[in-house]
């Protein structure tokens, strides 16, 4: 995270986005590496959380702003020679892996992720996605194809377990309470003494568990149980965090939370880190991802990097109340194929782009409760 985040950060306070702001705060500072500054942030953060989680939430303190100001204006001085270079992690040539009892079988695929990227693997259940995850993770021998991991000098199994972290949909159920398994994760990556402790404080606030951390596995919600197990493991400093269906066990709101989260927290300093997750979560996971690959019976039929090839028409989809009939006598002539699922419409054009075709509409008074360019969108094939 370089400097000019902090004037970021101050945009969000100024204009009330107290949630991210602290979030992000955590971040700039924890890149810095000095203990001092981090536990300050972790304690600053830990008022607000405790004043956010209240059942009678009281409006922000005075000194919180100005609290705020101080942390950035440290962290800013030492960030100024913080940075990190972006560096290949892991590229799959021609993978493939094939069931001898379900017959089910991933055809040959290519894929690569450097730091900070992040790589979406979309597609509907029982189509490989997980199969290519474990995969990539070292779990699943392949039948063919290769796979590279760039920094690790002798890439045996014990090392590519200690380089990837693999996050399952189905938690392993964990015993004791949560902050004791944090502390175990974090002594674990060699971590002791009053740094595991500033260290485990840090990704409670950072995650937002510090209420419940003497809570055991019983005590929370499955996207509770989802949001420690990705604590437990960033206490570890994997290189490469491989996430399947992550978003499956949490609330609409913390989809987008934790999946930003994780972008801020591959791209800092601290750890920089490549992601691959599988999801079925189309749009909030194109949001973030750098690719996204659609997989389709075990087949690759699409990826984001090479869309100007294989993309060779517009695609939108909406919802009206307005008919079929109306729809088609308004685009009239005009090159369009339109699609009804029941819910929306879809419509196809090589000759108009998403503006044309919602500015015909609009233009025309047709009511529009929902519209989406699904142009690039691996919407499309679903």
């Not at 934790?258 to 801020?264: E, V």
């Not at 750890?271 to 949001?287: A, F, R, T, W, Y």
């Amino acid at each position: 995270m370089n400097p000019s985040a902090a004037g970021e950060i101050g945009d969000y306070l100024k204009h009330g986005d107290y949630s991210v702001a602290v979030r992000r705060t955590l971040d700039y500072c924890l890149d810095t590496g000095d203990d001092a500054l981090i536990e300050n942030a972790v304690n600053w953060s830990r008022e607000y959380h405790v004043n956010e989680n209240s059942k009678s939430a009281k409006p922000i303190p005075d000194n919180f702003i100005s609290e705020a100001e101080s942390i950035l204006q440290q962290a800013s001085k030492i960030q100024s020679g913080i940075s990190y270079q972006t560096k290949p992690l892991i590229s799959a040539e021609k993978i493939s892996k094939t069931y001898s009892g379900g017959g089910f079988s991933l055809k040959p695929i290519n894929v690569s992720v450097n730091t900070g990227n992040v790589l979406g693997v979309v597609g509907e259940n029982g189509n490989g996605k997980t199969t290519l995850l474990r995969c990539l993770a070292g779990q699943l021998a392949l039948d063919n194809g290769e796979i590279k991991y760039h920094l690790l000098q002798k890439p045996d199994a014990y090392a590519v377990k200690n380089h990837i972290a693999f996050i399952p949909q189905r938690i392993p159920k964990w015993y004791g309470l949560l902050k004791d398994n944090l502390h175990f994760s974090a002594s674990i990556a060699g971590v002791y003494g009053e740094k595991n402790n500033l260290m485990v404080n840090f990704m409670l606030e950072r995650l937002n568990l510090s209420s419940y951390a003497h809570l055991t596995w019983n005590q929370i919600s499955s996207g509770y149980r989802t949001r420690f197990e990705i604590a437990r493991i960033l206490l570890q400093k994997p290189r490469l965090l491989i996430l399947d269906e992550p978003l499956a066990n949490l609330d609409i709101n913390a989809q987008q939370t934790i999946l930003t989260d994780l972008i801020f927290m591959a791209k800092g300093a601290h750890n920089p880190m490549g992601i691959i997750l599988s999801s079925q979560q189309l749009h909030e996971v194109e949001k973030v991802a750098d690719t996204v690959i659609f997989i389709k019976q075990g087949n690759c039929l699409y990826s984001s990097n090479d869309r100007a090839e294989k993309i060779t028409s517009n695609a939108v989809e909406f919802e009206t109340a307005a008919g079929r009939e109306s729809i088609i006598e308004l685009f009239g002539a005009e090159n369009i194929e339109l699609q009804f699922n029941g819910g929306f419409y879809t419509i196809i054009s090589t000759a108009l782009s998403a503006q044309e075709i919602i500015g015909k509409m609009i233009a025309a008074q047709i009511a529009i409760t929902y519209f989406r360019d699904i142009t690039y969108s691996t919407k499309r094939f679903f």
